[in-house]
């Protein structure tokens, strides 16, 4: 199971962090990543970390904006995000699959959790 937390509300140019917990099975053996989905669009690619930093992918809309990190003690993976802008307003997803590399293609998740709505205002 997968739990998001962190979401909210903020003003464009502000920060927010959003954790991801897994609860159960082998966390350190999962790729962990973000997508996001606004209203009447599909889900699009954030950002995925493999079993280490060693494997990093980001969205172009996202470099140098966001960072994902894990940590495999607590069991947790969580998206820093910097200097939002309202276009990245939207609910944003955990989700997890097989490792060991950073995927970008929602279709090699399995594993998802609830969503956790970010919303930035100008």
């Known amino acids: 199971q997968l739990v998001e937390s962190g979401g909210g509300a903020v003003q464009a140019g502000g920060s927010l962090k959003l954790s991801c917990e897994v609860e159960?099975?082998?966390?350190?053996?999962?790729?962990m990543g973000w997508f996001r989905r606004t209203p009447g669009k599909e889900r699009e690619f954030v950002a995925s970390?493999?079993?280490?930093?060693?494997?990093?992918k980001y969205a172009d809309s996202v470099k140098g904006r966001f960072t994902i990190s894990r940590d495999n003690n607590k069991n947790t993976a969580d998206l820093t995000m910097t200097d939002l802008k309202v276009e990245d307003s939207a609910t944003y997803y955990c989700?997890?699959?097989?490792?060991?590399?950073?995927?970008?293609?929602?279709?090699?998740?399995?594993?998802w959790g609830q969503g956790t709505q970010v919303t930035v205002s100008s």
């Open positions: 970390i493999g079993w280490t930093s060693r494997w990093l």
């Open positions: 159960g099975g082998s966390f350190y053996t999962y790729t």
């Open positions: 989700e997890g699959g097989a490792g060991p590399e950073a995927r970008v293609t929602e279709g090699d998740y399995i594993y």
